[in-house]
């Protein structure tokens, strides 16, 4: 059983997973997550859709007790993505060492650490100099052709007229 606190200060239960938990996902997911399959989960993991949609089947009745839709949920979801992911990550492993599934557990460590790596990246190019001088490059670039075609239109350059149309008849 895995426990967070979203954003409100309210309480998510994230298993312990069952198999009618699966069944469920998988019923309602109409068989596109399985969650008893290392490749599936691998795959879960890495979409981030994929995990909302998973943890809405999982936490729903949850939700309805907060007096959640399914909208107002998909916020919180996305306020709180990291607590309600690790929760189902860690839920997710524990249930494939019940069943005796390492490879779940080994699949889900190995996707989590690339994740983190390319987060992490992404992170690191986002904050660079050489970032921030391509992104200035770019914006030059547009308010350069911007003032061009402004320049255009007010010399009347760029103005298209319709063609004149005969109303006599």
């Known amino acids: 059983m895995h426990q967070l606190k979203d954003n409100q200060n309210r309480d998510w239960t994230v298993g312990p997973l069952t198999l009618l938990d699966v069944r469920r996902v998988k019923n309602e997911t109409k068989d596109k ?16 859709l994929a995990l909302y949609e998973v943890c809405w089947v999982l936490l729903q009745d949850q939700a309805q007790q907060h007096k959640l839709d399914e909208v107002a949920f998909a916020k919180v979801f996305t306020e ?16 494939s060492q019940c ?13 989590s650490v ?10 690191k190019n986002l904050s660079s100099a050489k970032y921030d001088q391509a992104m200035e ?11 061009e075609k402004l320049s ?5 350059e760029g103005l298209e007229t319709p063609p004149a149309t005969d109303q006599s008849t």
């Open 99 to 111: 069943l005796g599934k390492s490879e779940i557990t080994v699949s889900i460590e190995r996707i």
């Open 114 to 123: 690339e994740l983190t790596k390319k987060r992490s990246a992404v992170v």
């Open 33 to 48: 997550w399985t969650l008893t399959e290392a490749e599936d989960v691998g795959e879960l993991i890495g979409d981030d």
């Open 137 to 147: 490059a770019e914006i030059n670039r547009m308010d350069k052709e911007m003032d």
């Open 152 to 156: 255009k239109i007010i010399q009347g």
């Open 80 to 95: 709180c993505y990291e607590k309600f992911v690790g929760a189902l990550v860690d839920a997710l492993k524990d249930f």
